[in-house]
């Protein structure tokens, strides 16, 4: 999931416009920006969960540290009816928020 997730923010930076940027600064914004979308679905993905499927949940942060991205896809997908649609909307919703605040910033940089 993750190298899923560093695909779809790269091919974000790409759509807006502003993937040229300093390979330091494209680094740190790629990282930041990826935890961006991580805590998008993370919360989609918590809020879709019963009771008993937060228990669950629960359960498996107890018992690991560190869940590892596939374990954590298997029991969303379990637990969370739709889960791929639910996460795709998610996707398309930051996108469009995105891109919506990138090329706003580019109208107000051209202005200057």
């Not at 809020?47 to 942060?61: A, P, R, T, W, Y």
């Not at 029991?75 to 998610?90: G, L, Q, S, Y």
Request: hydrophobic share 40%; net charge negative.
């Amino acid at each position: 999931m993750e190298d899923v997730i560093a695909t779809y923010v790269a091919e974000l930076l790409t759509k807006a416009g502003i993937d040229a940027l300093p390979e330091e600064f494209k680094k740190d914004y790629l990282q930041k920006l990826r935890a961006e979308v991580e805590q998008r679905l993370g919360i989609m993905a918590l809020g879709e969960l019963d009771e008993d499927g937060l228990k669950k949940f629960e359960q498996i942060m107890r018992e690991n540290e560190t869940p590892d991205q596939k374990m954590l896809l298997e029991f969303f997908n379990k637990e969370i009816p739709d889960f791929e649609a639910k996460v795709k909307k998610t996707l398309a919703q930051f996108s469009e928020e995105f891109l919506s605040s990138a090329a706003k910033l580019m109208d107000l940089k051209k202005a200057e």
